[in-house]
C-alpha cells in the first residue's frame, strides 16, 4: 500500500476552507488531517468541533483529528460525534492514556497517540496493541512551517521495529517539516502517514505533490 498522504487544514486559508477541502480531493491526498489546539498544550489557538463537523458535512475522506490540547478527557466526545474517523491525543497530555483510548473505540472512532520530540518511545510500549494510529511529532507542536528534527526519523525507525516484533497493527504517521526530502527518510524507516501542511497548500501543483511524498514516479 502507498503511503497516506494527510493535508493539514493548519495551513488552509480558514476563510476558503471549501477550497483547501476541493484541493485536498482533487490532489489525490487521502485523509485530512486536523489541528485542534486549546492555547495552552501549545502556544496557538486554532477551532473547535464546529470545524470538525462542517468539514465533515463537505467531504467523505477520513478525517484525522490531532488534539494539541490540555485535558484531552473533556474534548474527545464531542470530536467524535462531529464526526472524526481518528482522534489523537498527546500521551503528555494524559494521566490515564489507556482509559481514553477505551473512550474513543467505545464512541465509535479509531484512536491514536501522539508524543512530541522529547518523549521516548518506550513511554508507548503498553499500548501499542490498543491503537489504530501514533504520530510521531517532528517538530515542536504548535506551528507550521517548521523544519523537521532529524532525530525524530529515528523513532518512527524504532516504532516500526517495535509494531513489527509485537504483531501490532497501528499506522505510524509523522507531522511536521514533511516535503519530498525529508518525506523519504520517513518512508524508509516505516512510516505510514504522511501529514503535509505549508508544503501542500504553497505547492503549484498539489497533485505532483502528493505523488511526490508517495515517493511514486512523476507521470
Same mark, same amino acid.
Given at each position: 500500500?502507498?503511503?497516506?498522504?494527510?493535508?493539514?487544514?493548519?495551513? *488552509? $486559508? &480558514?476563510?476558503?476552507?471549501?477550497?483547501?477541502?476541493?484541493?485536498?480531493?482533487?490532489?489525490?491526498? %487521502?485523509? +485530512? /488531517?486536523?489541528?485542534?489546539?486549546?492555547?495552552?498544550?501549545?502556544?496557538?489557538?486554532?477551532?473547535?468541533?464546529?470545524?470538525?463537523?462542517?468539514?465533515?458535512?463537505?467531504?467523505?475522506?477520513?478525517?484525522?483529528?490531532?488534539?494539541?490540547?490540555?485535558?484531552?478527557?473533556?474534548?474527545?466526545?464531542?470530536?467524535?460525534?462531529?464526526? *472524526? $474517523? &481518528?482522534?489523537?491525543?498527546?500521551?503528555?497530555?494524559?494521566?490515564?492514556?489507556?482509559?481514553?483510548? %477505551?473512550? +474513543? /473505540?467505545?464512541?465509535?472512532?479509531?484512536?491514536?497517540?501522539?508524543?512530541?520530540?522529547?518523549?521516548?518511545?518506550?513511554?508507548?510500549?503498553?499500548?501499542?496493541?490498543?491503537?489504530?494510529?501514533?504520530?510521531?511529532?517532528?517538530?515542536?507542536?504548535?506551528?507550521?512551517?517548521?523544519?523537521?528534527?532529524?532525530?525524530?526519523?529515528?523513532?518512527?525507525?524504532?516504532?516500526?521495529?517495535?509494531?513489527?516484533?509485537?504483531?501490532?497493527?497501528?499506522?505510524?504517521?509523522?507531522?511536521?517539516?514533511?516535503?519530498?526530502?525529508?518525506?523519504?527518510?520517513?518512508?524508509?524507516?516505516?512510516?505510514?502517514?504522511?501529514?503535509?501542511?505549508?508544503?501542500?497548500?504553497?505547492?503549484?501543483?498539489?497533485?505532483?505533490?502528493?505523488?511526490?511524498?508517495?515517493?511514486?514516479?512523476?507521470?
Amino acid at each position: 500500500m502507498s503511503v497516506v498522504v494527510a493535508p493539514s487544514i493548519l495551513s *488552509a $486559508d &480558514f476563510t476558503a476552507i471549501g477550497d483547501a477541502l476541493q484541493r485536498i480531493e482533487q490532489s489525490g491526498a %487521502q485523509w +485530512v /488531517h486536523l489541528d485542534v489546539m486549546d492555547g495552552h498544550f501549545v502556544p496557538n489557538l486554532t477551532f473547535g468541533p464546529k470545524m470538525v463537523a462542517d468539514i465533515r458535512a463537505r467531504t467523505k475522506l477520513p478525517l484525522d483529528v490531532h488534539l494539541m490540547v490540555e485535558r484531552p478527557e473533556d474534548l474527545l466526545d464531542q470530536y467524535v460525534e462531529a464526526g *472524526a $474517523d &481518528f482522534v489523537t491525543f498527546h500521551l503528555e497530555a494524559a494521566v490515564h492514556a489507556h482509559r481514553l483510548v %477505551q473512550r +474513543v /473505540h467505545a464512541a465509535g472512532a479509531g484512536c491514536g497517540i501522539a508524543i512530541v520530540p522529547s518523549t521516548p518511545v518506550t513511554a508507548l510500549e503498553h499500548l501499542l496493541e490498543d491503537l489504530e494510529l501514533i504520530l510521531v511529532m517532528t517538530v515542536n507542536p504548535g506551528f507550521g512551517g517548521q523544519a523537521l528534527i532529524p532525530e525524530c526519523v529515528e523513532k518512527v525507525r524504532r516504532l516500526a521495529q517495535m509494531r513489527s516484533q509485537r504483531r501490532a497493527r497501528f499506522r505510524l504517521s509523522a507531522d511536521g517539516g514533511v516535503n519530498a526530502e525529508t518525506a523519504a527518510e520517513l518512508r524508509a524507516a516505516g512510516i505510514d502517514v504522511l501529514v503535509s501542511g505549508s508544503t501542500f497548500f504553497k505547492s503549484a501543483d498539489p497533485a505532483q505533490e502528493v505523488v511526490q511524498l508517495q515517493g511514486q514516479q512523476i507521470a
